[in-house]
């Protein structure tokens, strides 16, 4: 895509990736607008950088998407890209019974977060010359991390629901695009993931990133994701077995 000149809605651009994305696109020539709960993460990442601008969203409620579409919409008429990035991970082990507040939190954060916020805007994406959704997933979307199962799930879902967007908008000015992150240095799984030095360094994966989405490819993956991204057919599950194997030190 055009990486100038657009106008883009981040969801949960106060911190992680969101906020690498934020700020390299900024860079760039691009009004940005972030957004997420916290009022303080928001404020600090738009007064480092001048224009920026920021609105409060919950993604977990229906009338925070509407409310904020509204009033994005009539403060930004030429809003053309959206970026569907805020998520939670949190443990969610399945062979216990589960917790429901978790479970349900993590479905609504991720799978229903996104789905709602695209709807909300994507009439006023229709109506832009050129425009595009980007939704972050993940590779444990492609390879499930058994101990973030609900997590790993939602991820598969939207990957799913993605592909039908793209089938049903290929022949609008809307582009929809994948962006499925390695495990990468932030604070999404906790603190010590920020130096965990197993993850992907935040800076190095957003300037990967950037590379990538300045070209034509629907999925906007870095290269370390490839051997989640790939595994799919037949031996789906000795691959996904094996992962988590390593993943859990046996
Ligand atoms: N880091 C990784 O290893 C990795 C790998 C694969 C995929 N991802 C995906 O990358 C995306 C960004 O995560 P991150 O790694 O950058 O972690 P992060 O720093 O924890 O960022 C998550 C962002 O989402 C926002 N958010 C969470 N719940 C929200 C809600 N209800 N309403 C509005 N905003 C909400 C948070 O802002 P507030 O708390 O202020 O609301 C926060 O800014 C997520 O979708 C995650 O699943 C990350």
Same mark, same amino acid.
């Given at each position: 895509?055009? =990486?100038?000149? &657009? !106008? %883009?809605?981040? !969801?949960?651009?106060?911190?992680?990736i969101g906020r690498g994305l934020a700020e390299a696109l900024h860079a760039k020539g691009n009004q940005i607008i972030i957004s997420g #709960? #916290? *009022?303080a993460a928001l404020a600090e990442v738009v007064a480092a950088n001048a224009g920026m601008d920021s609105i409060e969203l919950d993604v977990e409620s229906l009338d925070? %998407?509407?409310?904020?579409?509204?009033? /994005?919409?009539?403060?930004?008429? *030429? =809003?053309?890209? /959206?970026?569907? &990035?805020?998520?939670i991970m949190k443990d969610d082990v399945v062979d216990f019974p589960i917790d429901d507040t978790i479970a349900s939190s993590i479905i609504t954060t991720n799978l229903l977060g996104p789905i709602r916020m695209t709807s909300?805007?994507?009439?006023? =994406? *229709?109506?832009?010359? $050129?425009? $595009?959704?980007?939704?972050?997933t993940s590779g444990l979307a492609f390879t499930p991390l058994a101990r973030t199962a609900v997590y790993?799930? !939602?991820?598969?879902? =939207?990957?799913s629901f993605i592909l039908s967007q793209r089938y049903l908008l290929k022949d609008t000015n809307v582009r929809i695009l994948e962006l499925a992150p390695p495990y990468v240095q932030t604070e999404l799984g906790g603190e010590h993931q920020l130096t965990d030095p197993n993850a992907m360094p935040l800076g190095a994966f957003i300037d990967e990133t950037v590379q990538v989405l300045g070209t034509d490819a629907d999925e906007v993956n870095v290269k370390g994701v490839a051997m989640l991204r790939n595994n799919v057919g037949p031996d789906e599950y000795a691959f996904f077995s094996k992962f988590n194997d390593m993943m859990s030190g046996r």
């Open positions: 895509m055009n =990486l100038t000149g &657009n !106008t %883009i809605f981040i !969801t949960g651009g106060g911190s992680g #709960r #916290r *009022k925070s %998407i509407k409310s904020v579409a509204t009033t /994005l919409t009539a403060k930004y008429p *030429k =809003l053309n890209v /959206l970026i569907n &990035n805020a998520g909300a805007l994507i009439e006023q =994406l *229709k109506a832009q010359p $050129a425009a $595009a959704v980007i939704t972050v790993s799930a !939602t991820k598969a879902a =939207l990957h």
